[in-house]
């Protein structure tokens, strides 16, 4: 479920719609949590969906670490790709706003760490990076890391109104966190390595 203080806009003509917050949103924010409606699909069912729905699903699902497909069931498939994306992916199942999102700022994800099936070339914002590809979590999760470990701790300054989507476990995972009594999750947990997942199968 995508934050309540957030809305579909209409962006522009090369990105189409967006979500886009209402009011501020503070650093720390949990902006998303996958929840009980969502819909997963396995590689299998997908390969079985008429030709259509299977172009739904390229455009608005992302792969979790098992690399089944998620479909948001709200507004949280229309979240936009940038290399500067305001909200980041983590381990516990919920995205968290990396900083400070103003009303009327669009909130968007790095696709780089939502497993995506097929490398593309995104809107060039003058960032070293111009591709994505499915390892980039390989490659920047180090960095990504560093980031929500700064950012984690501002959790419980900030109001949280998906705080109850978030299950019991996690959120006692999450108080181990700041407390300092377990090592934060690495965001590389997310990543969905297809061969090795063939070769397991094997």
Request: include cysteine; proline fraction near 3%.
């Amino acid at each position: 479920m995508m934050h309540p203080d957030t809305e579909v806009q209409f962006i522009s003509e090369e990105i189409g719609y967006g979500v886009v917050a209402k009011k501020f949103i503070p650093r720390g924010t949990i902006t998303w949590v996958q929840d009980e409606l969502d819909q997963i699909y396995t590689p299998q069912q997908v390969e079985k969906m008429k030709d259509f729905s299977k172009q739904m699903i390229d455009k608005y699902t992302f792969r979790n670490n098992q690399g089944n497909f998620v479909l948001c069931w709200d507004i949280s498939k229309y979240v936009n790709h940038s290399f500067k994306s305001n909200c980041f992916s983590t381990a516990y199942d919920f995205e968290i706003a990396v900083r400070d999102i103003q009303p009327g700022e669009e909130l968007t994800d790095d696709y780089g760490y939502l497993n995506v099936t097929d490398a593309f070339k995104a809107k060039d914002e003058g960032t070293s990076r111009t591709t994505v590809y499915p390892d980039d979590l390989l490659n920047y999760h180090e960095e990504w890391d560093r980031i929500l470990q700064e950012t984690i701790a501002f959790l419980p300054q900030v109001d949280q109104p998906l705080m109850s989507l978030v299950s019991n476990k996690i959120q006692q995972e999450i108080k181990m966190v700041l407390n300092g009594e377990k090592q934060m999750e690495s965001i590389l947990s997310v990543y969905y390595q297809e061969e090795t997942k063939i070769q397991q199968s094997n």
